[in-house]
């Protein structure tokens, strides 16, 4: 390889390079800003924020929204409506595809019944068509704060 193409290759990759960290930048910019998805919290906010109805918000908006809806006659189709959830019957929604995991339950959501079924679905409740975990205690903390606010 010769000298003059030794050279013109390093100029491009130090070029490649630089395309490459200017555009991680501008990605990490955009980070930060709000988006429709975020309901309004910003990636900086919720990382910065101690309120957990805003930690609470941005999980549901993360991990719960896609299957649930906020509101009642919003039913989605993987999962029925979690407006008033907190302190409900398992199971006492409209939506016709409860699993029946929870046809036969006995009991109402509490801060309990809510955190296992958030920590470990399938541990809790077997059979239950959920896959979805929230691994962190303070997340699921936060969610179900959230929660009660429905």
Known sequence: MSCQRLSLLIALAVFVWS???LQTKDVLAQADSASPRDYGITEGA?????????VGEFV?????????ART???DNVY?????GIFGRE???????????ALNGMDGTWTETSLEKLLRDPQES?????????VRFKKSRTALIAYLKTL
């Open 72 to 74: 009642a006659g919003r």
């Open 90 to 100: 398992v199971g006492a929604t409209s939506w016709p595809k409860h699993s029946t």
């Open 46 to 54: 919720r990382r910065d924020t101690s309120d957990p109805l805003v």
């Open 60 to 68: 549901f908006s993360q991990r719960c929204s896609t299957c649930h």
């Open 79 to 83: 999962g029925p409506h979690l407006s």
């Open 125 to 133: 409740f077997p059979g239950l068509n959920k896959n979805i975990q």
């Open 19 to 21: 395309f490459i960290t």
